[in-house]
């Protein structure tokens, strides 16, 4: 972004231009009209585009869609319809709609107004929250579609435009580090080659930058000028999803020339190494091959959720059961009151009534009535535990949000849930399947150690050993406080405040390896060091300062290390590398350039790089480095000094977590390398297929009979805190799964750096790249190959399976494969198998795997095994994950913004996890299942005492009680505890959430929402409300109810029993909770107080309004003592039961938060030994993190002594 | 964010401020009660010892209540009519009198409260509850819409006050006490709730067109008395809400000694036949709690004394088996 001026200059990006396909071996494949080519203008490639034509007439024809990317659920006009239309797919709210249709009708037993206005306000706030949620997605939208992007106006000017606004076939002009607006056709760069750098990482995860190549044709359009007579049509595919692919030709000047996807530039990708290029939009918007992969979001809903509509099913069928019941009476009861003309309740005068009571036609008025009854037992259904729900959960949210502990102050940025609808399910997550790069490892690397000449040099330590050393409390610990204390003291000492270098030992500092016993090979090892790689150096003008920019971290954590230990590299030309380095003869630094002769590139297949160079004197050297799996096997006879030692250094380098390469070198005898050179000149003109694979024979050739001279160990630095995260994690009880699409030794190396591997765990390794498969591959027979590599994963996958049966439970296995033996292993077939394999195991490690693969592992797990699924991931390469995943948490540390936006929640650290899941899941789990069990329990208390009343109202229909006591019973009166209950109950605080880990398993294991808790619950209700009703009645009976001689009526029973319901519910609230802050205090009292205070106020309006309440309260009922006394005697002895049950689980069967209250309770918590006894009973013996590391190393230490006694 | 909330921020905190991060970071200073064993027995003895009383209390005010009970539905009905009660209620011509007499156990205190008692009479079904109109009972005759009345809205046209069924099968036996010679006077003042005296029934509201149809239900009403001052009305209009009930009927405001003999002179003009529903007189003094019912003291004495068993059985279970460490 720095780059200042217009278009064409660029001269400071031209300085370092490089005809890099001259000396590199494989990139920069050549295009030529291949097969899919034909298909172009048929059908699904029929995309036309008119390049820098905005005003052509066939152009405005096609009428491909804007640039504007919508991401909303509703725009202004179909908000009200659609909203209500997802409203009333819940059969709860429609069944609450008919029933305020129909309480319009004679039919009901409340009044219109009573039944309607609940409904209303349910609604009501349901739409309020579903527009302001989608309202922030709007303004999410805004933002993305106003970046601005500068775009060819006609006569060579380019000025910058709102991305909405580009349209297809505009030229624009992308600068460096900046996103493409759309998919574009490359046309040039400031490159004169006209290459450019991509970064994909939002596309597909990986760090490396990738090399885009613009058509010869093309590369020299690279100034703003050269564009006002540029015209071209592009014929290629319709838009689709493949971001591999891309098919088209491009006719210029008359000429056709082929498109392949090295011209094309994706939307969400990144410009990067690159001063600008010039490209043409090809496709926009929705059409863009990024937005075709991200499906729309789907729409969430936890488990608990789901379960409750069981609930509520289960209630209407109660409801069905319990009118049907009444109905039945109700008919028989009034066909007897006219019999043969005679009247017996002649006072209802049966010989003259509408149909609703008629007689005569019992049976029609029993059906009549069992549609009242419908609406009468309604309580029964809690109106507004939807809406209740979806209140608490955004309030939840908000608190989520609010966590200073889960708060990234380096890149400011809170953790955001962006929807609310799955924070219990937080609680229950079983899996965690994490993607890698930026999530688990901040995608930086920092060379921390090396072992050169059989010595190991280096000490610092890495955070898996700070990690397992904390744990362990063992004198490391003490040595890491010391150093850390130390740099506490003098921070200017602290080395690491050079990105990517973290080395630390006297010993080669400062120069002075030169007293080293071998500085010989020191010497060689930083030269090769210096010298082998693909980095290019930029000198910052004003400080003199190098910086490198390399197609990889860890290649560039070389070279800097390289130029810290005194070989700076500092400049590069198309043929020559130099370096500033120390001559150990004088002890000065000098100047000295190396010829660059070839070099065969880093591949996974290779998994080496070296380099050919002539140094200063004329020798010829090959310096290589690669991985010790091929390397050590690449080493000459008398070049084997240090392996025994160095291959015992990469041991405990790897059991640190680190990365680590192999260094050796060989001296080239001039024939050597002419015939090399010949040969490999010969192979890298090829135009053949096997292009590849000939120049790989001819690299293998030479690459052979080296000498060692060390090994060096890369840090892929962990986010802070991601083993001990993990480590909780694990021992909460919940899996981890790493998907990733880095290769396989990355992927391994950072298992275990964050112990999800560990040496002695036996690893089950899928792959196919086994001798016989390449050799099949080799063929070339596309249907032979998928034959013999389905075989070969299902033969691999049930040896595992074997392994894993035949093996105790004490071994640990840890299942690692690659993407192309997934494709297989997910087939239809041999899924389940795959399945039982990876569940059997303790960490599953998916490398290679694309974003496709990794959403269908997702939804493998989350159906194969039917429990919650979490998935992490910070790119677009995560998007289908997240969204198959039950939860996606999107880590918003990073620039791109497509897994945030297609998250559910988004933290800014993996290590937030930790909080995320044990203390804001736990709780929200927790909360939200107590809270829906009890509104089920207080709506079954009260719509039970409607239906006992009506048992002695011959099921006439009559309510109990005032109309709007009923209406406000789940708005006022006991809906402000529930609340509370669901947005600030805590069972434990946070630290003992972080610190008893299993309590987790409450929710995993789900007993807070089991059916026999939902059941018990919902008997609480039933026997609440049978005592409610026969205490009231038989204590009110017939007689006087007060000094002065009157009676109860129903006015008086409704009150009182209603008063009874009102403290019962209430007080059984304040039973069920163990935490009382003053908000509690105030919701559950208060609602008390609100009843007492609606009667009194209600009750003092004109009897117009109040009807039968009028002054119910303040004349009869608060004047009676008898009144107070049965509300007192009802409540306490109603709650006795629920108390006592509570008191003999806590003392003899308590649950595992019980049990952790208790130690709080007691002032244990701080005693260890007495945590212990309460952990012993948690921990099982968790299979991975450090914890179990710890547990291994010292089990290997005892055999051991063992062994030697 | 609320960045203020900070404490690394802003060292010192206002308490304002401290409470809001403590809020937002759920850290509110809180109660956190445990079940422990000693809680509970704690709790369970203490109701145990404010409930026994309590319940002594109401007991002993329900025990000091006189109540007087007298069936008279089946012994009203002369022997001849006793196959066909139905009959003979409906028929007009057969004079309704009936004498009883009772006598008083123990002295009563006035005011003794005079009832009478319906069973299995269904004054809370819904077409009986709203089979009634509040605005025409306030207003009269100046408010028309009434179709809530029906049948009982309107006779030959012309609209009945009070409508409705409440009001049609209003209860009209009536009383007279004698006690030796003397009548004992009944007040039928101020036995209605006040409120619905002076705000539910005008008091410039006539009744009019009443019990003029060809079905007559219950009592009839005075027309130059304004319905605030009908006061069986007003009584009889508070629906009851159970099948069993009493209504005040009076006041006796003489003391009855130990001994006394009543002698009733009632009419027995209501048809409770028809339903099966029985009839009873009901003399009652009150006490603070209200009138005779054991219930609520026995309940109360029930309830304490098991508190105070389960927390002698929680104790001896502490005693016996301390809760082992750490669990």
């Known amino acids: 972004m720095g780059r200042s001026g217009g278009g064409g200059g660029g001269g400071g990006g031209r300085r370092k231009k490089l005809h890099l396909s001259k000396i590199y071996a494989f990139s920069c494949g050549k295009a030529s009209f291949k097969e899919d080519h034909s298909q172009i203008g048929g059908p699904g490639f029929s995309r036309v585009v008119f390049c820098n034509e905005p005003d052509c007439a066939e152009a405005g024809v096609l009428n491909y869609s804007d640039n504007y990317v919508r991401t909303t659920k509703y725009t202004l006009a179909t908000f009200v319809p659609k909203s209500l239309f997802e409203q009333f797919r819940r059969v709860a709210n429609v069944y609450f709609l008919v029933a305020a249709c129909l309480s319009f009708t004679p039919l009901t037993p409340y009044s219109g107004a009573s039944a309607l206005l609940p409904l209303l306000v349910v609604i009501g706030a349901t739409m309020i929250k579903e527009g302001i949620e989608d309202w922030r997605r709007k303004q999410q939208d805004i933002e993305m579609n106003n970046r601005k992007v500068k775009v060819h106006n006609g006569d060579g000017v380019f000025d910058y435009t709102e991305w909405r606004n580009l349209t297809v076939g505009d030229v624009v002009m ?272 920092e060379f921390v150690k090396c072992s050169i000449a059989g010595v190991a040099y280096g000490q610092g330590i890495t955070e898996v050993e700070r990690a397992m050393a904390r744990r362990k409390g063992s004198p490391l610990a003490d040595k890491i406080r010391e150093r850390e204390e130390e740099m506490v003291e003098l921070p200017a000492n602290r080395k690491n405040t050079i990105k990517g270098f973290n080395f630390e030992d006297e010993r080669v500092m400062n120069g002075k390896w030169l007293d080293e016993p071998r500085a010989d090979v020191i010497q060689k090892f930083l030269r090769l060091l210096a010298i082998c790689h693909t980095a290019i150096p930029e000198e910052d003008e004003e400080s003199g300062k190098i910086s490198y920019e390399a197609e990889s971290p860890d290649e560039a954590a070389f070279v800097i290390a390289a130029r810290e230990l005194g070989f700076e590299f500092y400049k590069r030309t198309q043929t020559s590398i130099s370096l500033h380095e120390l001559d150990p003869l004088s002890g000065v630094r000098i100047e000295r350039a190396y010829k660059l002769l070839s070099v065969l590139e880093f591949n996974s297949t290779r998994k080496r790089m070296s380099v050919i160079v002539r140094d200063g004197d004329g020798k010829l050297l090959l310096l290589s480095k690669g991985a010790d799996s091929v390397m050590f096997e690449r080493l000459a006879k008398d070049g084997r000094d240090f392996e025994e030692k160095t291959r015992e250094h990469i041991n405990e380098y790897a059991d640190a977590g680190l990365r680590t390469l192999v260094l050796a070198y060989r001296e080239l005898s001039e024939e050597e390398y002419r015939n090399f050179n010949e040969e490999f000149t010969e192979a890298k003109n090829l135009v053949s297929s096997d292009r590849d694979a000939v120049i790989e024979e001819v690299a293998e050739k030479i690459e052979k009979n080296l000498i060692l001279l060390g090994a060096t ?157 979490l998935a992490i991931g910070d790119g677009a390469n995560d998007v289908g994950m997240l969204q198959e995943a039950d939860i996606g948490i999107g880590i918003s540390g990073v620039e791109g913004m497509q897994a945030v936006m297609s998250s559910d929640i988004a933290i800014a650290q993996f290590r937030f996890l930790e909080r995320l899941l044990l203390v804001h899941g736990h709780w929200c789990y927790r909360r939200i299942s107590s809270m829906v069990c009890y509104f089920f329990y207080k709506n079954i208390t009260f719509g039970l005492t409607l239906f006992l009343f009506e048992a002695y109202a011959s099921f006439s229909g009559q309510a109990a009680y005032n109309d709007w006591f009923t209406s406000f019973y789940n708005v006022f009166f006991t809906s402000l505890p529930a609340l509370a209950l669901g947005v600030f109950d805590q069972d434990v605080s946070a630290r003992f959430c972080l610190k008893f880990p299993l309590l987790y398993q409450e929710g995993v294991q789900n007993v807070l929402f089991s059916w026999r808790r939902i059941l018990s619950w919902m008997f609480n209700g039933l026997y609440s409300s049978i005592m409610i009703f026969f205490f009231c009645i038989t204590a009110s009976q017939t007689q006087s109810f007060r000094k002065s001689g009157q009676v109860v009526d129903m006015e008086i029973l409704g009150a009182t029993l209603y008063t009874c319901v009102v403290w019962v519910v209430n007080c059984q609230m304040a039973l069920s909770i163990s935490y009382f802050t003053v908000i509690q205090h105030i919701f559950i009292w208060g609602s008390i107080l609100v009843w007492y205070l609606f009667l009194m106020l209600y009750g003092a309006m004109t009897p117009k309004i109040s009807t039968t309440a009028y002054k119910v309260f303040i004349e009869a009922c608060a004047t009676a003592p008898s009144y107070w006394l049965i509300t007192v005697f009802v409540t306490i002895s109603t709650l006795i039961p629920y108390f006592m049950y509570s008191a003999i689980q806590m003392r003899f069967f308590p649950m595992y938060h019980g049990m952790i209250q208790w130690i709080r309770y007691e002032g244990h918590s701080d005693d260890p030994e007495f945590c212990n006894v309460v952990r012993q009973r948690s921990i099982r013996p968790t299979t991975v993190g450090f914890t179990a590391r710890a547990n291994a190393r010292s089990n290997r230490i005892k055999e051991r002594q063992r062994q030697r006694t | 964010m609320d960045v203020d909330g900070r404490p690394q921020s802003v060292p010192v905190l206002s308490r304002r401020q401290k409470v809001i991060y403590q809020f937002t970071q759920q850290n509110l200073p809180a109660c956190k009660p445990v079940l422990t064993p000693a809680w509970v027995i704690a709790t369970f003895f203490s109701l145990g010892i404010i409930f026994i009383p309590l319940g002594l209390l109401a007991l002993g005010a329900s025990q000091s209540v006189v109540e007087i009970v007298d069936q008279y539905d089946t012994d009203c009905i002369p022997e001849v009519f006793r196959s066909n009660k139905v009959a003979f209620i409906k028929d007009d011509s057969i004079p309704k009198n009936c004498t009883r007499y009772f006598k008083v156990h123990k002295p009563m205190k006035a005011p003794i ?176 709690l209200g009138g005779k019912n054991d219930f609520l003291g026995f309940a109360y004495l029930a309830v304490g004394s098991s508190c105070i068993l389960i927390a002698l059985f929680f104790i001896l279970f502490h005693v016996k088996n301390p809760r082992p460490y750490g669990i």
Request: hydrophobic share 35%.
């Open chain 1, 713 to 869: 160990a890369v840090e892929d630095k962990l986010q802070i805190g991601v083993p001990e995260c993990i480590d909780k994690l694990a021992q909460a009880g919940i899996k981890i799964w790493v998907l990733t699409g880095d290769k396989m030794e990355t992927a391994i190396n950072i298992g275990f750096a964050c112990s999800l591997l560990r040496q002695e765990m036996k690893q089950i390794i899928i792959n196919l790249e086994t001798p016989e498969i390449l050799a099949i591959e080799k063929e070339g027979d596309k249907a032979e190959i998928a034959k013999a590599c389905k075989a070969s994963v299902v033969k691999q996958i049930s040896d595992g399976v074997k392994q894993l049966t035949s093996s105790g439970s004490a071994d640990a296995y840890a299942l690692i494969i690659d993407g192309k033996s997934l494709t297989y292993a997910l087939q239809d077939d041999t899924k389940n198998n795959f399945l039982d394999l990876a569940v059997g195991c303790a960490s599953v490690i998916c490398c290679r795997s694309s974003p496709k693969q990794k959403a269908l592992v997702t939804r493998l797990v989350k159906i194969g095994t039917g429990k919650t699924t």
């Open chain 2, 113 to 288: 409260y005079v009832y009478y008692q319906l069973d299995n009479y269904y004054q809370n079904h819904r077409r009986y509850v709203k089979s009634r109109n509040d605005r025409q009972l306030l207003y009269g005759l100046k408010y028309n819409d009434t179709s809530s009345c029906k049948p009982e809205e309107s006779n030959n046209g012309l609209p009945i006050v009070p409508c409705g069924l409440i009001a049609w099968s209003l209860f009209n036996d009536t009383y007279r006490f004698v006690r030796g010679a003397v009548e004992l006077g009944i007040n039928r003042k101020n036995i209605a709730w006040r409120s619905d005296r002076e705000h539910k029934f005008g008091k410039h509201v006539y009744p009019f067109n009443f019990q003029n149809g060809t079905l007559i239900g219950g009592g009839k009403l005075d027309p130059t008395i304004p319905l605030s001052d009908q006061e069986d009305l007003i009584v009889w209009m508070r629906t009851a809400a159970l099948p069993s009930f009493r209504k005040l009927y009076g006041k006796i405001e003489e003391d009855l000694e130990g001994d006394d003999v009543i002698q009733v002179n009632l009419f027995n003009n209501y048809n409770s036949y028809s339903f099966g529903g029985k009839k009873k007189l009901v003399l009652s003094t009150s006490s603070w």
């Open chain 1, 174 to 445: 992308v600068e460096k580090d900046n996103f493409f607006p759309a998919d574009l056709l490359l046309l040039s760069s400031s490159y004169d080659e006209a290459i450019c750098y991509v970064e994909t990482m939002n596309l597909d995860g990986e760090t490396n930058l990738k090399v885009k190549q613009a058509l010869d044709a093309t590369s020299g359009l690279n100034e703003d000028s050269s564009f006002q007579d540029f015209k071209a049509v592009v014929k290629c595919e319709d838009p689709n999803a493949s971001l591999y692919t891309f098919v088209g030709s491009m006719e210029l000047a008359e000429q056709q020339y082929p498109l392949s996807p090295q011209q094309l530039l994706l939307r969400d990708s990144k410009l990067r190494n690159t001063e600008f290029i010039y490209g043409v939009v090809i496709f926009t918007g929705h059409d863009t091959k990024v937005i075709q992969n991200s499906r729309s979001p789907p729409s969430k809903r936890s488990r608990i959720e789901r379960k409750m509509d069981k609930i509520v099913y289960f209630l209407f069928f109660l409801l069905v059961v319990i009118a049907f019941v009444g109905s039945i009476v109700f008919g028989i009861e009034t066909r007897k009151d006219l019999r043969n003309g005679k009247m017996k309740r002649w006072y209802l005068r049966p010989d003259d009534t509408k149909v609703y009571y008629n007689p005569k036609q019992a049976p029609i008025a029993a059906i009549l009535h069992f549609l009242t009854a419908l609406i009468l037992y309604g309580y029964l259904i809690p109106i507004s535990l939807y809406v209740s729900m979806e209140i608490v959960k955004v309030l939840q949210s908000v608190f989520i949000n609010q966590d200073q502990q889960m708060y990234y102050e380096e890149t400011d940025k809170p953790a955001h849930a962006r929807t609310s609808n799955l924070n219990e399910e937080l609680g229950q997550v079983e899996t965690i399947l994490s993607d890698k790069t930026g999530t688990l490892t901040c995608n930086s690397m």
